[in-house]
């Protein structure tokens, strides 16, 4: 929260400075947390130029939902105002979340200043990459050997992501000859581990994380990746989470546990793998026996199906072509104004 407010101040100090120096067109608040767009506005105000803010996540929406704080906390307070502000005064609200205009509608953001653009991935020709640590690859690679299907999460490990159903779901299928590997870091690590040892399972590897360039490398050596959605209300404004498009450029089948908990089902609308209903242990469970039973070439198809999807909708180079019309048409907007 300190942090917070200290760049708020400091960035506040500086924005006419800024104003001068670089004369934009446009400005874009673009941090998690709302509070720059009061250094973003007053840019934007001495050089004459459109405000667009970015939602990434909805604050004080996700402190509250998944932090447990009060909407009385003197903390959300100063955030929501903050959110009431950019609704009321920004020319264009960006966000990666599908269906937020749902909320943000509710504290006076019209339709025709919203605007979607999700999270993307690079599109690279050809099948190069960078190659991914040995002793990444070489633990995946044993697991093969050893007549194992490797089922991968790569990414924060982190409550939201139900890593804790993935294991105990692996409980469920101690018949099914599976690798389950983690990549990644994050506050849930240290349990996951001792979870992992208190079930009993032989059969997990927790790797660490590795640059997102030579995660396409390691995924290539994978039979199923796992993402996993914890329920809240949150989600039903929408996900784009970077790691699954990751998974699909790679053109690895992807499991999503909890469909039925947000607003966007991105892997059932690719035909990329396969969606169940809630992550708990239970779903992943039948979704992991599901995809098993299919051939090596089905779910290489389903891979392609993913890598496909990526290229049309999720690609740098189509997304800033939108991003482009999005910000002539705040410039048009300001002027009117």
């Known amino acids: 929260m300190l942090s917070m407010l200290e760049f708020a101040a400091r960035s506040w100090v500086l924005a006419r400075r800024l104003a001068k120096e670089q004369r934009p067109d446009v400005?874009?608040?673009?941090?998690t947390y709302p509070l720059d767009i009061y250094t973003a506005a007053r840019i934007a105000r001495i050089a004459g130029a459109a405000l667009v803010f970015e939602v990434h996540d909805l604050w004080p929406l996700t402190p509250q939902l998944l932090g447990g704080m009060s909407e009385q906390h003197p903390f959300i307070r100063i955030m929501q105002q903050a959110e009431d502000?950019?609704?009321?005064h920004a020319d264009l609200v960006v966000s990666v979340l599908p269906n937020a205009i749902g909320h943000l509608v509710t504290r006076g953001l019209?339709?025709?200043r919203y605007v979607v653009i999700p999270n993307g991935v690079e599109v690279k020709e050809g099948p190069e990459h960078q190659v991914a640590p040995d002793t990444h690859t070489g633990s995946l690679q044993r697991a093969h050997a050893a007549g194992r299907l490797v089922v991968l999460y790569a990414g924060s490990e982190g409550v939201s992501n139900r890593l804790d159903a993935l294991l105990r779901a692996a409980v469920l299928v101690r018949d099914v000859p599976l690798q389950v590997v983690f990549v990644g870091t994050?506050?849930?690590?240290e349990f996951l581990k001792r979870l992992a040892a208190d079930l009993g399972l032989t059969n997990v590897s927790f790797l660490p994380p590795i640059p997102r360039e030579q995660l396409e490398g390691l995924l290539a050596f994978a039979d199923i990746a796992y993402i996993g959605i914890g329920a809240s209300p949150l989600y039903r404004y929408g996900i784009s989470p970077n790691k699954l498009y990751d998974y699909m450029m790679a053109g690895v089948c992807a499991l999503f546990a909890g469909h039925a908990d947000v607003f966007n089902d991105v892997v059932s609308e690719a035909g990329c793998g396969l969606s169940v209903p809630h992550a708990v242990p239970e779903d992943i469970a039948a979704g992991i026996r599901q995809l098993v039973a299919l051939s090596a070439e089905e779910r290489a198809?389903?891979?392609?199906h993913?890598?496909?999807y990526c290229r049309t909708h999720f690609a740098y180079g189509?997304?800033?072509g939108r991003y482009e019309a999005a910000l002539l048409w705040?410039?048009?907007h300001r002027r009117a104004q």
Not at 85 to 88: A, I, K, L, N, P
């Open 27 to 31: 400005v874009i608040a673009s941090s």
């Open 306 to 308: 993913g890598a496909a």
């Open 330 to 332: 705040a410039c048009q």
């Open 110 to 112: 019209t339709t025709d």
């Open 301 to 304: 198809e389903l891979g392609r």
């Open 318 to 320: 189509v997304l800033a």
């Open 186 to 189: 994050g506050p849930e690590l």
């Open 85 to 88: 502000y950019y609704c009321q």
